[in-house]
């Protein structure tokens, strides 16, 4: 069983709606949280960082973490065209060490 | 402004001919990685550097060597490029170790 479950979609939504993407994990020993976007033929971009349980907002996204079900989502709300790239869940086990441990990412497309 | 930079955008190599990945950073950052990342896979981790210090991940092949001549920059140095390793390498970086990180675009690597 992988560390981390992401499913790869594709995922397409006509623009406006609200956008829930998902990952599940196996290891209770991950506190630290993060999404990153992936457009085409580019690096990921952190847009979400949180530690343990419960929800974080920033504009449009907002994470949540439950850790009892081990399993993270991030919405985006009024889902927009310049949202449509590949989303990767990320987690770690402490604030010290390297090993962040990557989902393969869900590839979102918004309709105009 | 661009703070994690990869060049060659792409690089075009040939069987067993080694090739030389570079990467820069402006964010001062102690930690810099360098990723794997195949067509539909999580990026995988080949090694890092916390300032000088190389730490190599037990599953790197031994073809594949770093080097971090100042806090600016790392390269990747593929001695014997094989099919296999035909992939996007991403860059990262992190102020510390644990802390998030940030990626460059990355290098798409062919081999002939």
């Known amino acids: 069983q992988k560390e981390v479950e992401q499913d790869p979609g594709p995922l397409s939504v006509p623009e406006g709606a609200i956008v829930s993407l998902n990952c599940t994990y196996s290891n209770s020993a991950f506190q630290y949280f993060m999404w990153y976007r992936q457009y085409s033929r580019k690096g990921p971009e952190l847009l979400m960082y949180t530690y343990s349980s419960g929800n974080k907002e920033d504009g449009r996204f907002t994470a949540q973490v439950d850790k009892s079900s081990k399993y993270i989502s991030l919405f985006i709300r009024d889902s927009q065209p310049s949202d449509s790239a590949t989303y990767l869940c990320a987690m770690k086990k402490g604030n010290t060490g390297n090993q962040f441990y990557f989902g393969t990412g869900t590839s979102l497309t918004v309709i105009p | 402004d661009a703070m994690v930079i990869q060049n060659p955008r792409y690089q075009v190599t040939q069987f067993g001919k080694p090739v030389t990945l570079s990467c820069s950073q402006t964010?001062?950052?102690?930690?810099m990685y360098w990723y794997q990342q195949k067509s539909s896979q999580a990026p995988k981790l080949l090694f890092h550097y916390y300032d000088k210090d190389f730490n190599n991940e037990a599953d790197t092949p031994d073809n594949f060597q770093s080097r971090r001549p100042n806090t600016s920059f790392c390269f990747l140095d593929i001695r014997s490029p094989g099919l296999g390793d035909a992939a996007m390498y991403l860059c990262?970086?992190?102020?510390?170790?644990?802390?998030?990180?940030?990626f460059g675009d990355g290098t798409r690597l062919s081999i002939l």
């Open positions: 990262a970086t992190s102020r510390d170790i644990g802390q998030p990180q940030h």
């Open positions: 964010l001062n950052h102690n930690v």
